[in-house]
């Protein structure tokens, strides 16, 4: 069962709506569309869904680090450090 690439960048993106409905809230939304993705499967099934939705948010977040390149003209690498950055313990 595994989904296309475009279909998985689709669940990556209905998984960050869900998020950022209440990104500071409770994440009840979020895990409900998680949950939605990965219960009542055979848990081999849950895991390759799990990898196909790592590898949609994957391309996501290229993605949407190469939009913020052409608008801000900032690097990738350089957004990726600035993030790094307010994550530093």
Known sequence: MWLSPAQSV??????????SAQPDGPPDLLIQTLCG???ARPPA????????LLMG?????G???ALNEEATGLDMRATLREIALQYVD
Request: proline letters at 0%.
């Open 37 to 39: 993705h990965l219960d």
């Open 45 to 52: 099934e849950a895991r390759a869904a799990a990898t196909e």
């Open 10 to 19: 689709r669940d990556a993106i209905g998984l960050m709506t869900a998020w």
């Open 63 to 65: 993605i949407l680090l």
């Open 57 to 61: 948010m994957t391309t996501l977040c």
